[in-house]
């Protein structure tokens, strides 16, 4: 299934001096899923395609991710 947004827990070491970060994420292209592009993909108009910076709804992706929060 596709989610844009990954996320691991790295090691923790107890000599480590600084604070933990408990949750790593990351967000990955939705491209990476897509395989080969099917043909009669819906557009965007050619102006919200420029704003946009994709022609194809499917491969849009606003950055930075949209996630927000605690991440300890």
């Known amino acids: 299934m596709y989610t844009p947004i990954k996320w691991y827990q ?22 990476l899923y897509l395989g ?18 994709t022609l194809w709804p499917i491969l849009f992706d606003p950055y930075p991710t949209p996630l927000r929060g605690d991440q300890s």
């Open 36 to 53: 080969f592009q099917p043909t009669g993909l819906p557009q965007y108009s050619l102006k919200e395609a420029l704003c946009k910076g």
């Open 10 to 31: 790295p090691y923790v070491s107890t000599s480590d001096p600084c604070p933990p970060m408990r949750w790593k994420y990351y967000q990955t292209p939705p491209n």
